[in-house]
């Protein structure tokens, strides 16, 4: 996708891009002039911080880069509120051939700077109780006390047609965040503006949602739940609210000639079963799961993604489908290694494992959006199978 971010300080724009490597998995440079538009996303440092003279860049370069086709740009704004990020917005708006639509992303929950019914807080403070600034409403600072906005709570987020909706708002549309996940369902709801929005796109952003955002296809995904417990219950009930999937009980038949949602979950059943009710299932539930995937195959569905919870379920899956071991390149999220399975049915295919008691509610959904990781490299002899650039796969489970 061709977007390029414009920030106005050093801090910042590294800040984004290392948002951006996070999110695409790859270096991302930052340029203090245009270079050739051959690899995006761009990061742009006007370095006007500093040196008030260069703001006028923000209205060149932006003309330049919407000449040469660029149709989506992000504005990095500070979190506290400083620096000329209100005045470079409305350089690079009135810029624009087009009148943008806008979205404001001001919060960064990792280090505690929320967005509140439009306000700004600090350590769960309005930022005026902390700072000597005149205001912590982003309408008011970036646009005027003239300019009405959309706020949208966290609330709506997981309304299915609200990027539909918005993108017929015309005044900007702020976006309340206090969670990593509020920013994962910003991600998705700006996705869906970008489907339906022609014309050009002005995200203003602290660089927190450059994460998540701008989305890719997510990966073909398959979620075998394992025992029970409480923490997976209720990680599967939070994303299947929040996220499209097709959600199947192990133990019941299944319908799979139609399949077109990209996650799949495997579940064990939805009640939490006690310590002992749980003891022996894992050989019982992979046995079951094997059986789905190859339904699932026999569609032309094949997964290049596993997410397995619980220690047990893991072991037995990757024994069972003769999988000679895992590669894994990082740490997805405490307790969570994410990396590659090494032969047997499903070499290649990413793989996350986390224990059956690890992790808040979220962890599953911020797993399934996880970037994808540069694929190995494998010799022939190794066996490297890859999934994602093949289309349907014959195996027999």
């Known amino acids: 996708m061709r977007m390029v971010v414009l920030a106005d300080d050093s801090t910042g724009a590294n800040a984004s891009a290392g948002a951006l490597a996070a999110n695409f998995g790859k270096d991302i440079p930052v340029f203090d002039e245009i270079p050739p538009l051959k690899t995006f996303p761009i990061v742009l440092n006007t370095r006007s911080r500093e040196d008030s003279s260069r703001r006028i860049l ?32 409305r350089r690079l708006c009135q810029a624009l051939p087009e009148r943008p639509w806008i979205g404001v992303v001001a919060a960064y929950p990792r280090a505690s700077r929320v967005t509140r019914g439009g306000r700004q807080y600090l350590e769960a403070h309005p930022l005026t109780e902390r700072l000597d600034i005149e205001t912590d409403h982003l309408g008011e600072y970036l646009f005027g006390r003239e300019t009405s906005c959309r706020v949208v709570t966290t609330d709506e987020l997981a309304k299915p047609d609200l990027g539909h909706k918005l993108v017929q708002v015309t005044d900007p549309v702020i976006f309340d965040a206090e969670r990593e996940t509020d920013l994962i369902q910003i991600a998705h709801v700006l996705k869906q503006v970008r489907r339906y929005q022609s014309g050009g796109i002005v995200t203003v952003t602290s660089g927190a949602l450059l994460r998540y955002y701008p989305l890719d296809n997510p990966l073909r995904t398959v979620i075998i739940m394992g025992s029970p417990t409480a923490t997976n219950v209720s990680q599967i009930n939070f994303l299947a609210k929040r996220h499209p999937a097709s959600v199947w009980a192990l133990e019941e038949p299944h319908v799979t000639a139609h399949l077109k949602q990209q996650l799949i979950v495997l579940h064990s059943g939805l009640q939490p079963l006690t310590q002992h ?20 195959a026999k569609t032309g569905w094949s ?5 397995l919870t619980g220690g047990e379920l893991s072991q037995a899956f990757l024994s069972r489908s003769a999988a000679h071991g895992t590669r894994i390149r990082r740490l997805a999220a405490p307790l969570v290694g994410h990396g590659w399975i090494e032969g047997g049915l499903f070499g290649g295919c990413e793989v996350l494992t986390k224990g059956g008691m690890v992790g808040q509610p979220p962890l599953l959904l911020e797993l399934v959006l996880a970037p994808a990781l540069n694929r190995p490299q494998y010799s022939q002899e190794e066996g490297y199978h890859d999934p994602i650039a093949s289309t349907t796969h014959s195996r027999r489970y």
């Open 58 to 89: 923000v209205e060149r370069w932006a003309l330049a880069l919407w000449e040469a086709g660029v149709r989506d740009f992000d504005k990095r704004v500070d979190t506290t509120l400083r620096g000329p990020g209100a005045e470079e917005l």
């Open 277 to 296: 009710e749980r003891l022996d299932l894992s050989e019982h539930l992979v046995t079951l799961a094997l059986e789905r995937l190859e339904e699932l």
């Open 303 to 307: 997964p290049q993604r596993f997410i």
